[in-house]
């Protein structure tokens, strides 16, 4: 789900701070829910920010210039399986299938579901 807008947010606490209503008011006028406009009062007063918190999670192993590599290397062989592509960057990243698969899926490759029946 896409976050709101710093826009949005700080008219949400503009008219907060307004005294336009109360919190249930306001998160009715602008169509958010209630906890979000608790969120965006407890995230300003901790931080003194209101811009989206990102999400904590792994950097995927294909990105960067490693990505622009297995964009080349699949424009050269087309027709390599997952094992050839870990196997040619194993040198330089130790991944597993299921990493290349994903760096795949990002550059919007699709990989053959059964090489026997081509």
């Known amino acids: 789900m896409k976050a709101f807008s710093v826009d949005l947010r700080q008219r949400i606490l503009d008219a907060y701070d307004a005294g336009e209503g109360t919190r249930q008011q306001i998160a009715d006028r602008f169509t958010v829910s209630l906890g979000l406009v608790k969120k965006l009062l407890a995230q300003r007063k901790a931080t003194g920010s209101i811009e989206e918190i990102?999400?904590?999670?792994?950097?995927?192993?294909?990105?960067?210039?490693?990505?622009?590599?297995?964009?080349?290397y699949m424009r050269e062989r087309p027709d390599a399986t997952l094992e050839e592509i870990r196997g040619h960057f194993s040198s330089r990243v130790r991944c597993s299938n299921t990493a290349v698969c994903n760096g795949l899926r990002y550059l919007e490759y699709r990989r053959k579901k059964n090489a026997k029946r081509q």
């Open 54 to 72: 990102p999400k904590p999670g792994r950097t995927p192993i294909f990105h960067g210039e490693l990505l622009e590599e297995l964009d080349a």
